[in-house]
């Protein structure tokens, strides 16, 4: 049994943490009608502003994020993602609408009465105590039983594979584990949701891929709802079960990785999410497109709109030798990375695109700067955006 030594002073008097709600409370209604008993977390119409209402951080939000779901809120800095995160933590209050949590609404509760837990960028750990004794924070908080709270420890430091390390210091830690000990902390009050605020961007590269790996594990061993902050792409779709994409305040799109990738719903989605490349177009008949330079384009898809944008992602574009009802251009850039070679292509409009060839070893030979290639643009692969 971990020895978690003498835990005075580490108390706080008068704070008590708050029961599981009942069946009553779960299922009452909200002001916009009853909470939905499939969802973990549900945000309805959130209006969040600033600056005495100057400065509008959240615009009419709303989602449903489902039990046991790793749901991210993707998006660049200054989108709202944080804020989101906040309200839902009771760390801010919204101007108007509502959040619940399995059912019941927080409005107006503490953070500390919540059902949630954050992890902070910073980790934000204890720096004078050990590794077991952070651990321990939050259940020495609720005042739960001695026995209780070694056992709970010694399950979390295995948990989080940092057994032996229980009498360390952070100090004495390198960024992940330290990051570990901040995430055992959260998880060991079980917690019904878990709030991610960009966890991992003080990692190095090597050291977040693997935490990425990590999170992933404990979310689907201890089987409960995480909400993840990120403005990095690849750490959402390397990791969510759904993404909402956020911009200016608002929700653009909500779809598993596949979705938010394949089928992007706005333009900014498609240019946010991995390398893509925008083409204007005119619609000039049912799936048939025309390009600036006069090509026809066909697509699998079609649109209303007369004009519109179209997207492909580089690694769908085919490189062959120039060709009648090809796009034409020259090879302007080449750029090994290793698993594939990007070529950026310099059309005959001016515009340029960009392709993607996985190496391998039956692909072709590589290309050279000022060669003459011809492009194809399966249908299949052209999405129309008109937003």
């Known amino acids: 049994m971990i020895d978690l030594g003498h835990s005075a002073g580490m108390r706080r008097e008068g704070v008590d943490i708050a029961p599981a709600p009942s069946v009553a409370a779960r299922t009452s209604a909200t002001a916009d009608g009853p909470a ?16 005495r209402g100057h400065v509008v951080a959240l615009e009419n939000v709303s989602l449903s994020i489902r039990a046991n779901e790793f749901f991210t809120l993707l998006g660049p800095s200054g989108c709202g993602k944080t804020t989101l995160l906040r309200l839902i933590a009771g760390l801010e209050a919204q101007d108007s609408g509502s959040i619940t949590v399995n059912g019941l609404r927080l409005d107006g509760l503490p953070p500390f009465k919540r059902p949630v837990n954050t992890v902070f960028q910073s980790y ?5 105590l050990t590794v077991a004794r952070n651990i321990a924070f939050g259940l020495e908080m609720q005042r739960r039983p001695k026995r209780e709270i070694a056992a709970r420890v010694e399950e979390m430091l295995a948990l989080v594979r940092l057994d032996g390390l229980e009498a360390r210091k952070p100090a004495e830690l390198s960024g992940g584990q330290q990051q570990r000990v901040a995430l055992a902390r959260a998880l060991a009050t079980q917690p019904r949701v878990l709030l991610l605020d960009e966890p991992l961007s003080a990692l190095d590269q090597k050291l977040r891929t693997g935490m990425q790996l990590e999170l992933k594990r404990l979310q689907a061993e201890i089987g409960i709802t995480f909400v993840f902050v990120t403005h990095d792409q690849h750490e959402a779709l390397t990791m969510s079960d759904r993404i909402a994409v956020m911009n200016g305040g608002r929700i653009l799109q909500i779809g598993t990785p596949e979705e938010i990738y394949e089928r992007p719903a706005a333009r900014f989605v498609a240019d946010f999410i991995g390398e893509t490349n925008l083409l204007a177009a005119t619609r000039i008949a049912p799936r048939r497109y025309r390009l600036a330079s006069g090509l026809e384009v066909g697509a699998a898809e079609d649109a209303t709109p007369v004009d519109v944008t179209l997207a492909i992602r580089p690694e769908r574009i085919v490189i062959e030798e120039p060709g009648a009802g090809q796009l034409a251009g020259s090879v302007d850039q080449v750029v090994y990375e290793g698993i594939a070679t990007t070529y950026h292509i310099a059309l005959s409009d001016g515009s340029r695109l960009r392709v993607c060839v996985q190496s ?15 492009l194809t643009l399966p249908p299949e692969a052209v999405k129309v955006l008109t937003a």
């Open 124 to 128: 934000a750990v204890f720096p004078h």
């Open 36 to 51: 939905s008993l499939d969802a973990a977390v549900e945000c309805r119409n959130i209006v969040k502003t600033f600056a």
């Open 360 to 374: 391998r070893e039956s692909a072709r030979r590589r290309l050279c700067r000022g060669e003459t290639v011809g």
